[in-house]
């Protein structure tokens, strides 16, 4: 009778395990469906298209946004964004030059042959040495340009080649439009990194 008792005292521990381990599975699974929520939510990925950003960004680059800091942080200049377009079903991907209140200004260099435009944020020259090349248009809106509230003028570091906010078809960009803030380059692997 006492082997008896010491199986059925053996057994009882067994069975605890096993209802424990169940739980943790469990929990497991709901921590990753959270995971994954939040992550969607927060983060997204998105496939550079065109030039508009080289030397920075190339056509085919592969990028992580952070979604939250265009709606509940704060953007600087110098901040790499998506941006949607109101009239069109597409992103961009540019850099923010202005934020609400800035004043731009694009000013000519005085020569008739090569007009080359400097940049000029609240009356003082702004140095990017992040450009392409030199800036040879200012597009067609009128400078100065005051940037309005809640919105942001964007640009392309390819300046010669980048539709923004230098164009009235695209304007400046409302915050609501600001997909999220560039933070991380998976592709190319030979340039994966955080986005400074």
Same mark, same amino acid.
Request: net charge positive; charged share 30%; with cysteine.
């Given at each position: 009778?006492?082997?008896?008792?010491?199986?059925?005292?053996?057994?009882?521990?067994? !069975? !605890?395990?096993?209802?424990?381990?169940?739980?943790?599975?469990?929990?497991?699974?709901?921590?990753?469906?959270?995971?994954?929520?939040?992550?969607?939510? @927060?983060?997204?990925?998105?496939?550079?298209?065109?030039?508009?950003?080289?030397?920075?960004?190339?056509?085919? =680059?592969?990028?992580?946004?952070?979604?939250?800091?265009?709606?509940?942080?704060?953007?600087?200049? +110098? =901040?790499?964004?998506?941006?949607?377009?109101?009239?069109?079903?597409k992103n961009?991907?540019? !850099?923010?030059?202005?934020?609400?209140? #800035?004043?731009? #200004?694009?000013?000519?260099?005085? #020569?008739?042959?090569?007009?080359?435009?400097?940049?000029? *944020?609240?009356?003082?020259? @702004?140095?990017?040495?992040?450009?392409?090349?030199?800036? =040879?248009?200012?597009?067609?809106?009128?400078?100065?340009?005051?940037?309005?509230?809640?919105?942001?003028?964007?640009?392309?570091?390819?300046?010669?080649?980048?539709? #923004?906010?230098?164009?009235?078809?695209? +304007?400046? *960009?409302?915050?609501?439009?600001?997909?999220g803030k @560039?933070?991380?380059?998976?592709?190319?692997?030979?340039?994966?990194?955080?986005?400074?």
């Amino acid at each position: 009778m006492e082997q008896t008792i010491e199986k059925q005292e053996e057994q009882k521990p067994t !069975r !605890r395990k096993k209802e424990k381990k169940g739980m943790p599975m469990l929990l497991q699974l709901v921590l990753l469906v959270v995971v994954i929520v939040v992550l969607r939510n @927060v983060m997204g990925t998105v496939l550079v298209k065109g030039s508009s950003m080289e030397p920075n960004f190339y056509h085919g =680059d592969f990028v992580f946004i952070n979604k939250l800091s265009t709606s509940f942080g704060t953007l600087k200049k +110098g =901040d790499i964004v998506i941006c949607r377009l109101n009239d069109e079903k597409k992103n961009i991907i540019k !850099r923010v030059i202005g934020l609400p209140g #800035d004043e731009i #200004d694009l000013r000519d260099n005085g #020569d008739e042959e090569d007009t080359i435009y400097s940049l000029y *944020i609240n009356g003082e020259l @702004v140095k990017e040495d992040y450009i392409k090349a030199p800036m =040879d248009t200012k597009g067609n809106i009128e400078y100065p340009y005051t940037v309005p509230e809640n919105s942001y003028f964007v640009m392309g570091d390819n300046r010669n080649a980048s539709s #923004d906010s230098r164009r009235k078809s695209v +304007g400046a *960009i409302p915050k609501e439009n600001l997909m999220g803030k @560039v933070v991380f380059r998976l592709y190319p692997f030979s340039s994966i990194g955080f986005i400074k």
